[in-house]
C-alpha cells in the first residue's frame, strides 16, 4: 500500500508528489545530469513510477519520494553510459545562487563549490552513492538493497568518494 | 614531504573515517590520537552532509532562463509556497589546517565554519529499511547546522513517541483539545517579530515532529525534528536540528515536547521566537504563511 505520501494512486495525479520534483532534480543534477536534460529525467523517473505502479506482481511503494529518488540515481548513471559527463556544476550552482535570494552564507557557498569540484572528479557509481548517502539520507544497507549491490561493495564506493571529497576539505579552515 | 608523523596520521584519519562511515564509535581503548581522529572524521561527514544538503538545494530549485538555455523546468507544484532559502548557523570546531580558499562566485577569500558535535552519519541514522520496491523515507544524517532561535515553545500535547519511524509512516502527534486550533499559530513568544519578518528570513518551514530536546549552552536548547514536508526550502533532510532559546528561560511560556507535530516557522533573528502552527489541516497555516510572503516584499534578511 503507497504510504501516507502517495497521492500517486489517484490514476489523474501526478505519480511523483510534488515535494519529490525537487529532490529528483537535485539528485539528477548532483549525478552530473546537464539542466537542459533534468526535465526528461524527472519524466522518466515518473514513468518508473507509473510502471512500478501498474505492476501488480511488484511490491508497492511506501514512500514514492526515496523511491524517485533512488530511480533518479540509476537514470544520472545510465545517462553518463552514453554521453559525456556535464561538467558544468559549479556554474550552475553559482548561477542558482545568483537567483535565488538569499544565497546561502558564503561560508557555505565556498562549502559546497569545494564539495562539487570534487564530485566532478569522481565515478558515476561514487557519485551515486554519495547523493544517496548524504542528499537523500539513506543508510548503506538501504542503498545497497536499492541498487541491489552488496552492502560492502556501497561502503567501499562510499569510503572512497567521501576520503577523496575529504582531500578537498583539507585547507579549509573551520571557525 | 611526508614524514613518518604524517603517514600515520593519515592512516589513523583513513581508519577513523571508515569506522565512522560504518556507524562505529571509536574502538574501546582507543588513544588521544585515534579519538582526535574519530572527531576529525566525525566534523568532515557532517561537512560533506552540510554540503550536500546546499547543493541539493541550489540544484532543486529550476534555473531561470538565460541566453541559450532551456527553459525552467517544470517544477509543477513542487513548492507550496516560495520563501527564502534557509540559512544554516554552524557550530565552532576547528577542521583541517589552518588555510583558506578563494571561490569562484565570491571573489573573496572566506573561512568555512563547521558543526562540531555528533555530525557523524551514524548519530542521526533514523529507521528505515527501503527495499528498491519498498522504500522508508530518508533517514537521518542531515547537515548539522546548528540554528539558532530564541524561545521557542508551544501549546497542544504531546505525543511521547520520539521514535525514528519514517515520516511517511509516521502517526499524527496525539492532538487532544489543541487540534480543534487547527491551522493556527500555536504561540508567539511576543518578541516583536512578526509572521511576515519571520517568514521572509526563515531559515526553514516545515512540517515536522520534535524528536529529541537537549540542554545546549546557556538558556538555548537542541531541538531536533522530524520532516515530513519541506515547505522552504522545497527539500531538505528529514531530520534537522536547531538550538534555540529555552523558553522555559525567559519565561515565555508553554515549551515544546518530544513527538508534538507541527507546521514551524524557524525564523532568521535568534532574538525571535519560532512559530508553531497546529495540525493536522495545515492549509490555513500554509494560507497565513503566503499571506506574509506576500507582505514581506520590503523586508531586508
Known sequence: MLGDGAAATNASADPLPAAGVGRVRAVLALGGVPAHELDDGVQQVRLKLLEQAANRHKEEIRDPVAWAVVVASRVAVDWHRGQRRDDGLRERITASWATAAPAPSPEDRVLALTIAEGM????????????????????VRDIALALDVPEGTVKSRLHAAVAALRERLTGIEVS | MTTPEDEARAALDAAALA????????????????????????????LISRAFGVLG?????????????????????AEVIALPLWRRRPGRTMLAAAASIAVMGLGATVIVANSNDDGGSSSATAAGAPSPNDMQAPAAPAPQAQYR????????????????????AAAPAAKSAAATKAGSAAYDDGTGESLVDAVACARGIFIGQVVSINPASGDQVSLTFKVSNWLTPGSGPSRITYTVGDSDADGT?????????????????????????????????????????????????
Not at chain 1, 120 to 139: I, K, M, N, S, W
Not at chain 2, 254 to 265: N, S, T, Y
Open chain 1, 120 to 139: 566532478a572528479g569522481l565515478p558515476e557509481t561514487h557519485r551515486q552513492v554519495l547523493t544517496l548517502r548524504f542528499y537523500a539520507d539513506l543508510p
Open chain 2, 19 to 46: 569506522r565512522v562511515l560504518d556507524g562505529m564509535d571509536p574502538e574501546s581503548g582507543a588513544d588521544n590520537l585515534a579519538r582526535e581522529a574519530h572527531q576529525r572524521a566525525v566534523a568532515d561527514v557532517a
Open chain 2, 57 to 77: 538545494d541550489a540544484l532543486a530549485a529550476p534555473l531561470p532562463a538565460a541566453p541559450g538555455a532551456e527553459p525552467a523546468a517544470d517544477e509543477a507544484s
Open chain 2, 149 to 168: 532561535s530564541n524561545a521557542l515553545s508551544a501549546t497542544g500535547s504531546a505525543a511521547g513517541d520520539s521514535s525514528a519511524a519514517a515520516p511517511a
Open chain 2, 253 to 301: 511560556g508553554g515549551k515544546l515536547k518530544k513527538g508534538q507535530e507541527r507546521l514551524f516557522v524557524v525564523p532568521r533573528s535568534t532574538s525571535a521566537s519560532v512559530y508553531t502552527f497546529l495540525g493536522p489541516d495545515y492549509d490555513a497555516a500554509k494560507a497565513k504563511i503566503a499571506k506574509a510572503q506576500d507582505q514581506d516584499k520590503n523586508v531586508q534578511c
